[in-house]
Every structure is written in structure tokens, then in C-alpha cells.
């Protein structure tokens, strides 16, 4: 696209022409209407003069007075000035020339100012489609996915606002394609997690099956130890498509939290019993300290699942015999609950990436798949929250969940 081509050039000049050609003529139309009404102003009043001095003098001769009339001298026009008539029109013809010359300047002045403007506008016009030409190049080397192109203007035209608002999108189409590719490879990189974490128990299962069906006089303590074996790593199996399945949602957006007013006290209490049998087998005593009266509005069945998550990290990894401490802050702007334990801690290493779906820390258990904290952060940032976390090493680890009100 160009704002001046051949074209345009052309038309452009042509109404240019014609403007500047009705203006000088409308111009002079003006200049000649007022050139005659002052001259029958004048005629007027020299008429007038002469009937005076007509009258008053019966015996002057016309020729006398035309003579007067034409005379320049100083004392005749000092009588006629008597009667109107005054140095600024002594001479008719004198004053018929300098108007008609005043006119025909005025005309080559509007004419020649009428023609550098057009020629500053041509100008004008040119730099903007210098512009716009390098608007159309920088368009199409972003259809060539090339967003490399810094084409910021600091100006105040409306060419200028357009490249701004171009290189804002700019930047919004490189980081989406950077985002784009970060995700093509995160996905790689989850589904070849996805494709190890079940190739182990699935083998595990064909092997064991394969015992089965081999050896039909296998003695029944043997056989029993197999198909639990089995049963174990299909409910694993199991809780990891399960996961996966939530985490696909989150991602693509389809879970709809059906939002309602959730006693914490309730909601801590609950967690604790799914977990009770994992705390008894490790002896691990939970002390809670909760408002009553403390409420978030949120999913239940979701919050439920990430608290759950996070606890059950807390006791994998922390010793027998220690203490879990549940912490409740309740204030008009938000809803803290810190979860912290005795355990191993987390490495500094480690912590950064915690959240990080499939990532498996030093401290990882043998069985861990590493979406449990992943989820659970998906959760709780789709119900207006965040988490954080603390660790030292040999220390213990703090989970803290802020819910904003």
C-alpha cells in the first residue's frame, strides 16, 4: 500500500492546481469588485466638487477645471482639499495602475504561496510512504515469522501511533511463538515422562502374568503374591492416568469450579482422614491450630485434592516419630495456610523446579510420579490463590497457601 504513487501523484496535483487556480481567481474577482466600488466612490465625490465649484463659480470654464483636476501642483490641491478632494487621489490614472499592479503582485504571491505549500505537502506526503513502505516490509517479514524487528516511534502522528501499536504485537506474536515452542517441548518432554512412568509398572504386569500363565502348578502363596503385586501397580497405574487427566483439563481449561463458602476447620479436618492411614503406619502426629469461623470461597472437591496432595508430600518425606504443624492465618484480605514438617527438606536446587509436573527431587520416593504439587498448584491458582515453599535441608520444609479474599 502507498499513500502517494504515479496515481495519486497525479490527481493529487491536478486538485491541487485547480484550488490554487479558483482561489487566485476568486481573489481577483474580490480585488476588482472593490477596485470599482472605489472608484465610483471617487468619481462620486469629484462630481460633487465640481458641482460646487460650478456653483459657486458660474464663470470657470470645464477645460479650466479638468486642468485643475490634473494639476499636481500643491496650491491647487490644497483648495480642492477644501471640498474633499485629498493627496491620496491626486492622480486617477496614477491610482487605476497602482491598483491594478497591487493586484497582479497579490495574484503571483497566492499563487507562488499556494505552490510551495503544495510542494511541502508533496514532501509531507512522500516521508509518510517512506513510512508505510516500511510498515508493508516489516508486515511481511512478521508473516515470515521473523518478530526480531524493534520498529518503536516515538512521534505523535498517526503513522507513528501505527508502529507502536506494530511493535506491540510484535512482541506479543514472539513471546506467543517462544511460549508455542516451550510448550511443544514440554509436551515432548511429558509425554516421554508419561510413556517411562507407565512402561515400568505395565512391564511389571506382563512379566508377572506371564509367570502365571506359565506355570499353572505355581503353589497358591506364590501366585496370591503375584496378582497383589499386579493389583498394586494397575491402582497405581490408575492414579497416575487419573492425574494426568486432571492436569489435561486444567490445561486445556475445562474444569468449571462450582464455587461455594468453605470452612477451612472442615476442610483441614478432611484432609487428615484421608491421610490417616499414612500417618499412623510413620506415627506422624498433626497439630493443626485453625480458626473455626475461617472460610475461603472456593471448589470443596478440588481444594480437598490439593491440600492432599500437599500434606501427603509432607509426610512421604518426613521421619517417623516427628510432627506435622497445620497454621491457619485469617485476615479481611486473605487466608494463609502453612503447612510445615520435620523432614529432609529440599535442596536448593530442587526447590525451584517443585512444582514443575514429573520432576522428581533427590529425596524423591521410589514410586513418586511428580504431578501431585503440580496439581495442586493448578488448583489452587484456579481458585484465586498461590503457594510458595521453604526448605532447608535436614530442616524440614514449610508450604504456605495464600487464598486472596
Known sequence: MKILDKNNFRKL?????????????????????????YKKILNNTINNILNEVTIKYPDITEEQILQIVKSSSKSQKSVLSKYGYNDDIAN???????????????????????????????????????????INKYLKEINNKNYSLKIEDNGETELSKLQNE?????????????NSEKEKEQLSNSLADISHQLKTPLTSITIMLDNIMDNPNMDEKTKMEFIREINKQIEWVNSLVISLLKLAKFDAGAIKMKNSKINVAKLV?????????????????????????????????????AITNILKNSIEHSKENSKIYINVENTSLFL????????KGINKEDLKHIFKRFYKSKNSLENSVGIGLALAKAIIEKNNGYIKVNSEENKGTIFEIKYIK
Open 13 to 37: 496535483l491536478i486538485i491541487n492546481i485547480l484550488i490554487v487556480t479558483i482561489f487566485t481567481v476568486i481573489y481577483s474577482i474580490i480585488n476588482f469588485m472593490q477596485y470599482k466600488t
Open 92 to 134: 486617477i490614472k496614477q491610482l487605476e495602475n497602482a491598483m491594478s499592479k497591487n493586484v497582479n503582485i497579490n495574484i503571483v504571491f497566492i499563487f507562488t504561496f499556494g505552490l510551495i505549500l503544495n510542494i511541502i505537502y508533496i514532501l509531507y506526503l512522500f516521508t509518510q510512504n517512506k513510512k508505510v513502505e516500511k
Open 166 to 178: 506494530l511493535y506491540k504485537t510484535t512482541v506479543l506474536l514472539k513471546e506467543s511463538a517462544e
Open 269 to 305: 479436618n478432611d484432609v487428615i482422614s484421608n491421610l490417616s492411614i499414612l500417618l499412623e503406619i510413620k506415627n506422624i502426629e498433626v497439630i493443626a491450630n485453625i480458626e473455626e469461623n475461617a472460610t475461603i470461597i472456593g471448589d470443596y472437591k478440588w481444594q480437598l485434592e
Open 336 to 343: 494463609r495456610i502453612s503447612i510445615k514438617d520435620e523432614g
